[in-house]
């Protein structure tokens, strides 16, 4: 299915939004949620300050719920913009996807061994 140039704009900007957000939320949740509220090697005093600063916290998750949220949008757009290109478009969004979901993994698995 040929898409039309304006869609094929609108889906390109519609990526890029979601994607400056993604960068300005992950950089919150990490630096000014996590940072603040994770203490390295010391697991009780990493639960008593997410106690003492739940509602923080609680912004901190919802920032990366969204930012997992605002992650599909960017594929997507980036979906249709390279759908006209060929097939290997898709596989690069796929990749992408993909490769964000190990990046999750691996910094969970960073945050476990803490």
Do not use: Y
Not at 34 to 53: M, Q
Not at 89 to 98: E, I, N, P, T
């Amino acid at each position: 299915m040929e898409l039309a140039p304006a869609e094929i704009r609108r889906a390109a900007t519609t990526a890029g939004i979601a994607l400056l957000f993604v960068a300005v939320l992950a950089a919150l949740a990490n630096f000014a949620v996590a940072e603040r509220l994770v203490v390295d090697g010391d697991a009780a005093k990493t639960a008593a300050n997410i106690a003492d600063s739940e509602t923080l916290f609680r912004f901190g998750i919802a920032g990366l719920i969204l930012v997992a949220a605002l992650d599909v949008v960017v594929a997507w757009g980036l979906f249709r913009v390279l759908e006209p290109v060929s097939r290997l478009g898709k596989c690069q969004v796929r990749a992408r996807s993909a490769g964000r979901e190990v990046e999750r993994a691996a910094a969970a698995h960073r945050e476990a061994g803490r």
